[in-house]
């Protein structure tokens, strides 16, 4: 159980039991809907912004743990993160979760998101911990819907 | 107990003597894609070792060798399923193919505007979008049997929506997503009471019952190789000649012509009307080997042993506090669909697979059975005959470990 316990690890499960951010946000500027038809996962993303920055951002939607928690932590992090700063997090964890970055020898923004490196072990859940980032780089985008297939 | 012999039968499929993650392979995802046992890796590797070339074309010994085999892989289909002549066992790609099949050959010649087409609620996407897009085609409607909580259809409503707009009736024979068995041969008796043909989907039947095109009077009848322990790209679409003849060609090529000039086509008669191109030879003759191989174990015993099986894993995963049970037909097969309180399908899949225990999570091709059920996706175990009740404790112990991790 050693790649399990480490991609089931007690922040992600904590995460997923108590997703941070799990609302929505009325009014919001900008949204996006990602979904994984392989799995199901659904998400709705919302964005608010304050001129270039993040002012509040936040999801809703159904998924697995990873998922979740992978949405979940992303809300905390991009809070307040300008939209170019956002973007170089969304290409890190995207490099990071396919193979592409190796956090652990590389410089990056990446933080507590580095714990997402696990799922490299698990190719059919890259999508998974994927999913949130790509749907809020949609929204951030101007685009309003966004899938994983 | 039955005196099913499944020791023996397990040493026929190479694939299961491996571990995954360091655990034996546990593989329960037969109703996604059965495995292969020797003498079908064996038939096919000696197909193409000396017998391959292109069929029904060359005059030499290959050609008639191949030629032969894979009609001869036809003449086992009909005898298994009990077809009146082997030209109505059509060579598919698979179950999918063989409905699209249908939907279009019968769709553009009999379905007109404001007819109608009755599916179940319990269906596979494969039974469900191709009616969708020739109803859309032809400006036809579909209307859907319902069912009831436990995942049975009920035949009252069924009853109610066939009328003189009926153009056809399809549903299948098993559910993939429940397990259930229908009463297809009532409901087909139904819907001939009022003259409607009907396609059964048996991708799930096929493999874990025994199935007689001709008792249960099925007009068309479509099934797998690989879920009935055949290589994946065979499969049948049964259909009874009377339709088959009226129905125009799915697809225009090779093989499936009479004569061809710049003017106007003819067309072939049965099966190679609805052949055309190369067909994948190799996969339907493994597909026939498949078919000696069921022929060669006893095979109602087996049926009987997924009984238990099914029996012995709805006991052992039910008593599972949080465990519930998705499909609890009174009529099943060895499939057995479950959701573990609020965790993730993906989430169990995951760490079963971890305890090398191979079974489906998602949709299953059947998002309207998530709908009706409210569920995201379930996990499913569907078992087949060389699985054993050890593998079934090892699958509920697991399952623990699951509500372990997440509690």
Known sequence: MSELSELYQEVILDHNKNPRNFREIENADRWADGNNPLCGDQLRVFVDLEGDVVKDVSFVGSGCAISKASASMMTQVLKGKTRAEAEVLFDEFHKMVTGQLDPESEETHLGKLRIFAGVLEFPARVKCASLSWHTVNAALQGEDEVSTE | ?407
């Open chain 2, 1 to 407: 107990m039955s005196s099913f012999n499944f020791q023996k039968v397990r040493s026929d499929f190479p694939v299961l003597s491996q571990t995954v993650n360091g655990k034996p392979l546990r593989y329960m995802d037969n109703a996604a894609s059965a495995q292969v046992p020797n003498l079908v890796i064996e038939r096919g590797s000696e197909y193409l070792k000396k017998e391959h070339s292109n069929v029904h074309r060359g005059v030499h010994y290959l050609s008639q060798k191949a030629t032969s085999a894979y009609e001869a892989a036809r003449e086992k289909v009909r005898r298994f399923i009990n077809a009146g002549e082997a030209k109505e066992c059509i060579f598919v790609r698979g179950c999918t193919e063989g409905i699209n099949l249908v939907a279009s050959g019968y769709g553009r010649k009999f379905i007109n505007e404001g007819d109608e087409i009755v599916i179940s609620q319990m269906e596979h996407h494969s039974n469900i979008v191709p009616w969708q897009m020739i109803a859309e085609e032809r400006g036809a409607k579909i209307r859907v049997i319902p069912m009831n909580q436990a995942g049975e259809l009920i035949l009252d409503e069924y009853e109610n929506l066939l009328n003189e707009k009926t153009k056809m009736v399809a549903f299948s024979h098993i559910s993939n997503a429940l397990g259930t068995i229908n009463p297809a041969k009532e409901m087909i008796e139904t819907a001939h009471k009022f003259g409607i043909p009907v396609c059964i989907d048996g991708a799930q039947a096929v493999p874990h019952m025994r199935v007689d095109v001709r008792d249960l009077d099925a007009d068309f009848y479509a099934f797998s190789g690989h879920k009935m322990f055949g290589p994946t790209g065979s499969g049948v679409i049964y259909g009874k000649k009377e339709w088959l003849e009226k129905m125009d060609p799915y697809q225009g090529g090779g093989s499936m012509i009479k004569t061809v000039t710049f003017e106007k086509t003819t067309y072939a008669g049965l099966p190679e009307k609805f052949e055309a191109g190369t067909p994948a030879i190799a996969s339907q003759i493994g597909l026939g080997a498949a078919i000696d191989y069921l022929n060669s174990i006893d095979l109602d015993a087996a049926f009987e042993y997924e009984h238990e099986l099914l029996a012995y894993a709805t006991e052992r995963l039910g008593a599972i506090e949080g465990v519930k049970l998705i499909g609890t037909a009174r009529e099943k097969t060895s499939v057995v669909s479950f959701t573990v309180a609020d965790i993730h399908p993906h989430d169990i899949g995951t760490i079963l697979d971890q305890e090398g225990i191979a079974i489906r999570a998602g949709h299953h091709c059947a998002q309207p059975v998530m709908q009706f059920y409210d569920v995201p996706a379930t996990a499913r175990a569907s078992l087949a005959f060389y699985n054993t009740k050890e593998e079934i404790d090892a699958l509920a112990d697991s399952v623990k470990k699951v509500i372990e991790v997440f509690s």
